[in-house]
């Protein structure tokens, strides 16, 4: 039973001689331990310099936002608690029906 090795891949070739009566008959069987491994979802087939891509990109668009929101925070922090207000009257004006 000739068998060879690849790294990660195990495949062995099986050869039998069967007779059936009138003559002998030869099956090759090919037992591929390999297929399961082919047939496995590749959705991690990914390299390492596109992740880190990705990674780079979420990291600016992080810091990016930290920029627009202490932006934000500087012209519009005076006025957080008035705009706190300015909503709740609105909901419970909404709630009386006086809107």
């Not at 496995?40 to 596109?50: G, K, L, N, Y």
């Not at 519009?76 to 909503?87: A, E, N, Q, Y």
């Amino acid at each position: 039973m000739p068998s060879w090795s690849v790294p990660g891949v195990s495949v062995e070739r099986h050869v039998e001689t069967v007779s059936t009566g009138r003559e002998p008959v030869t099956r090759h069987k090919t037992f591929d331990v390999a297929a399961p491994v082919r047939d496995m979802d590749r959705r991690a087939d990914i390299e390492v310099e596109t992740l880190l891509k990705i990674v780079l990109v979420l990291v600016v668009v992080w810091i990016g936002l930290e920029i627009v929101e202490s932006i934000i925070d500087f012209v519009f922090g005076p006025f957080k608690s008035v705009f706190g207000l300015i909503i709740i009257v609105v909901i419970v004006l909404w709630l009386l029906d006086r809107i």
